[in-house]
T-cell receptor, first 110, second 113 residues
Framework: SQQGEEDPQALSIQEGENATMNCSYK?????LQWYRQNSGRGLVHLIL?????REKHSGRLRVTLDTSKKSSSLLITASRAADTASYFC??????????FGTGTRLQVFP | DVKVTQSSRYLVKRTGEKVFLECVQD?????MFWYRQDPGLGLRLIYF???????EKGDIPEGYSVSREKKERFSLILESASTNQTSMYLC????????????FGPGTRLTVL
């Protein structure tokens, strides 16, 4: 399977702390995306980073991509209780499809 | 805003029943996708479609079929539902190129008894 792996599987932090989750993938990609899923709902797109980019920001989100290590990280700064969700990375592996990882469950305590 | 709707949030069916899951998007997207999501397995692609009347198998098409008669509507069909098809089903659409940003519906939690 080419499915990516998120690490850690679960993360619990206090409000105000930063949350970092990682994604590793198997072969070359055109882009890597991060999605959020609130409990029992659909996924929401957060950010897309292309293979020739190293870092991208969107509000409190910072995504990095290291193609030599085939890995990406998602940093959420100053976490809020509303950030509690599952976070998934998705890679294209130079195809027209996305392969989703198994996700990181983030719990932010008030 | 892109809106993707799915016909039911929760569905309970009996083994052997034929099940239809409907998905509608309102942004004139060419591409539509059906995934199933199971604990510990993430999202797995069942079928996708790049255009009306076109369909491609994903990673786990067995036991499923699809129909896309209109651009905005993509249906997933379970010909004879089985208990191992109990899952969360997610529909998504994207503008051009399946590897671009995908917009998801709220999901249908299907239970097969």
């Amino acid at each position: 399977s080419q499915q990516g792996e998120e690490d850690p599987q679960a993360l619990s932090i206090q409000e105000g702390e930063n949350a970092t989750m990682n994604c590793s993938y198997k072969t070359s990609i055109n882009n890597l995306q991060w999605y959020r899923q609130n409990s029992g709902r659909g996924l929401v797109h957060l950010i897309l980073i292309r293979s020739n980019e190293r870092e991208k920001h969107s509000g409190r989100l910072r995504v990095t991509l290291d193609t030599s290590k085939k890995s990406s990280s998602l940093l959420i700064t100053a976490s809020r209780a509303a950030d509690t969700a599952s976070y998934f990375c998705a890679t294209d592996y130079n195809t027209d499809k996305l392969i989703f990882g198994t996700g990181t469950r983030l719990q932010v305590f008030p | 805003d892109v809106k993707v709707t799915q016909s039911s949030r929760y569905l309970v069916k009996r083994t052997g029943e034929k099940v239809f899951l409907e998905c509608v998007q309102d942004m004139d997207h060419e591409n539509m996708f059906w995934y199933r999501q199971d604990p510990g397995l993430g999202l797995r692609l069942i079928y996708f479609s790049y255009d009306v009347k076109m369909k491609e198998k994903g990673d786990i098409p067995e036991g499923y079929s699809v129909s896309r008669e209109k651009k905005e509507r993509f249906s997933l069909i379970l010909e004879s539902a089985s208990t191992n098809q109990t899952s969360m089903y997610l529909c998504a659409s994207s503008f051009r190129g399946g590897a671009g940003t995908q917009y998801f519906g709220p999901g249908t939690r299907l239970t097969v008894l």
